[in-house]
Nanobody
């Protein structure tokens, strides 16, 4: 199993930027698919972005968010620009063997980091 620890969340204003980090340890693999999901109060957890060899994004964040990975540091980043109040959620890092947008394709999850965007 892979252990994941997120950091970088916080309270920002609309239009600001944040960068989330996810440090992986344990049975990490360069072949693993790394993803970011988010969950707002009262809503289901939803896909945000993922990367294995190439990045892919939810339509709601495409052109504003960028996912990247530093394999030497076993860390995945989510650069979030032009943040909107509707981006407010707990953001979770996830790892799994399959390139997928669904939660059941991931077998390791971090504890989450809160992102709050005020209007």
């Amino acid at each position: 199993q892979v252990q994941l620890v997120e950091s970088g969340g916080g309270l920002v204003q609309a239009g600001d930027s944040l960068r989330l980090s996810c440090a992986a340890s344990g049975r990490t693999s360069i072949n693993y698919n790394m993803g970011w999901f988010r969950q707002a109060p009262g809503k289901e957890r939803e896909f945000v972005a993922a990367i294995r060899w190439n990045p892919y994004y939810a339509d709601s964040v495409k052109d504003r968010f960028t996912i990247s990975r530093d394999t030497a540091k076993n860390t995945v980043y989510l650069q979030m620009n032009s943040l909107k109040p509707e981006d407010t959620a707990v953001y979770y890092c996830a790892a799994g063997p399959y390139a997928t947008r669904t939660t059941n394709g991931y077998d390791s999850w971090g504890q989450g980091t809160q992102v709050t965007v005020s209007s």
